[in-house]
């Protein structure tokens, strides 16, 4: 079955530590962006990427850096410098063609630093 | 503003229609959607629909655009509680060179007996 995958499903933090989330898509496709959720809020875009090895900052990109070594993978770290990581990320992926373009949500990682 | 705006919650009986509604800001946007998110998991798209488009019909879900207004609202009939989930209007805009999904904050919807 073809779909996005979000590891781990729930996540605990110390403050000061940093942390990374995987995000797996076998969908074959080019973009991926990353989300961020909090209540009361719509979705937030972190950061996107359109090709590998190249990704762009999205509207709250302080505090978190992303890798796209592999079309298949893009992680998200949640650094120390992030003043407030507790909430609902959430990994999507699409064809990005110029038509109705539907992004792919996977089930999402729920982070809480303690 | 940059906002996508909804009503945040809309409370239902079992059998009636559901509309929820959604106003948005960029009039040169190509495409609107709306996804569900049931507790605890990811968006799922529901429907989509072209900016040239008036009404979008896909069984129980009717989608209305009124490009004047830049009002959406999304249509369940005889809403069912496997319906109750937080529902999300997104208008799509190429920014950069790349599509962006602007999000409103959701609807909860909620399906009593």
């Known amino acids: 079955d073809g779909g996005i995958t979000q590891s781990p499903k729930y996540l605990f933090r110390k403050e000061g530590q940093n942390v990374t989330l995987s995000c797996e898509q076998n969908l074959n496709h080019d973009a991926m962006y990353w989300y961020r959720q909090d209540p009361g809020q719509g979705l937030r875009l972190i950061y996107y990427s359109q090709i590998v090895n190249d990704f762009q900052k999205g509207d709250i990109a302080e505090g978190y850096s992303v890798s796209r070594e592999k079309k298949e993978s893009f992680p998200l770290t949640v650094t120390s410098a992030q003043k407030n990581p507790t909430a609902f990320y959430l990994c999507?992926?699409?064809?990005?063609?110029?038509?109705?373009?539907?992004?792919?949500f996977g089930p999402g990682t729920r982070l809480t630093v303690l | 503003g940059e906002d996508v705006e909804q009503s945040l919650f809309l409370s239902v009986r079992e059998g009636d229609s559901s509309v929820i509604n959604c106003t948005y800001t960029?009039?040169?946007?190509?495409?609107l959607y709306w996804y569900k998110q049931e507790p605890g998991a990811g968006l799922q798209l529901l429907t989509y629909?072209?900016?040239?488009?008036d009404m979008k019909q896909d069984q129980r879900l009717t989608v209305l655009l009124n490009k004047k207004d830049k009002h959406l609202s999304l249509r369940i009939a005889d809403t069912q509680t496997g319906d109750s989930a937080i529902y999300f209007c997104?208008?799509?805009?190429?920014?950069?060179?790349?599509?962006?999904?602007?999000f409103g904050a959701g609807t909860r919807l909620a399906v009593h007996p």
């Open positions: 629909i072209f900016s040239n488009m």
């Open positions: 960029d009039s040169s946007s190509t495409y």
């Open positions: 997104a208008e799509r805009r190429r920014s950069g060179g790349y599509n962006k999904l602007i």
């Open positions: 999507a992926s699409t064809v990005d063609r110029e038509y109705y373009n539907e992004q792919f």
